[in-house]
C-alpha cells in the first residue's frame, strides 16, 4: 500500500512568515511530485512540480526534494493571509496514478 | 483556453440510484482521472482513461464505472449509491506522459440521502 503522510495541522504562522510544509512517501519507485493548494469547498490547484533531488524555487515558493530521505517539503516566504488554504502533496510512481496525502491546513495570521 | 470543466456542480441523490458525473478535459489534454474526496481527507484515485481504456484503477469497487469518448471527456458513473459515497467528485485531467501535471477541475458535490 502505497502512502503519503502529511501533518494535518493547522499549522499556524503570522503574516510575513515562512510557512513550512512536510510529506514523507513510502514508495521508493516514485518519480514526480506536486503540491497542490485546496481552499475551502474549491478543487485542488496546482502550485509546484518536482522531479529531481533539491530545491526548486517559484516566486515565494520553494519545494524541496529528497528522495533517499523519501521526504518533499514547500517553504511559502512572506505568507500572506490568502496563503491560508490546505496544501496537498502528490506522490506518482511509474505508473499514472496520483497518490495524495491528507493534506496540512495552514492558516496565516495577520 | 479552456479549464478542466465538470457537471453537474451538485448533485442530490438517494440510496441506490444511479448517478452520471461528467468531464471535459483542458484543451490539449488526452487522459482524464477521477478521483473521490471525503471531507477532510485528501483525494483517493479511482481510475485513469486514456485512448478511450481504462488505464490504471485504484481501490474502488465495480459499482464505480467510467469511459473515456473520442473527444477525450469522461463520464464517471456510480451505481446502487450508498450514503458513504457522499463526496466531491474530481476530475482531473493531464497529458499521457511520465512527468504530466495534472489539473483539476471544480469538482461535483456528491449527496447521497
Known sequence: ??????NSGPLSVPEGAIASLNCTY??????SFFWY???????????MSIYSNGDKEDGRFTAQLNK???????????????????YLCAVKDYGQNF???????????? | DAGVTQSPTHLIKTRGQQVTLRCSPKSGHDTVSWYQQALGQGPQFIFQYYEE??????????????????????ELNVNALL????????????LGTPDNEQFFGPGTRLTVL
Open chain 1, 68 to 86: 533517499a530521505s523519501q521526504y518533499v517539503s514547500l517553504l511559502i516566504r512572506d505568507s500572506q493571509p490568502s496563503d491560508s488554504a490546505t
Open chain 2, 83 to 94: 450514503l458513504g459515497d457522499s463526496a466531491l467528485y474530481l476530475c482531473a485531467s493531464s
Open chain 1, 1 to 6: 500500500q502505497k502512502e503519503v503522510e502529511q
Open chain 1, 26 to 31: 513510502s514508495d521508493r519507485g516514485s518519480q
Open chain 1, 37 to 47: 493548494r485546496q481552499y475551502s469547498g474549491k478543487s485542488p490547484e496546482l502550485i
Open chain 2, 53 to 74: 481504456e481504462e488505464r490504471q484503477r485504484g481501490n474502488f469497487p465495480d459499482r464505480f464505472s467510467g469511459h473515456q469518448f473520442p473527444n477525450y471527456s469522461s
Open chain 1, 99 to 110: 497518490v495524495f496525502g491528507p493534506g496540512t491546513r495552514l492558516s496565516v495570521l495577520p
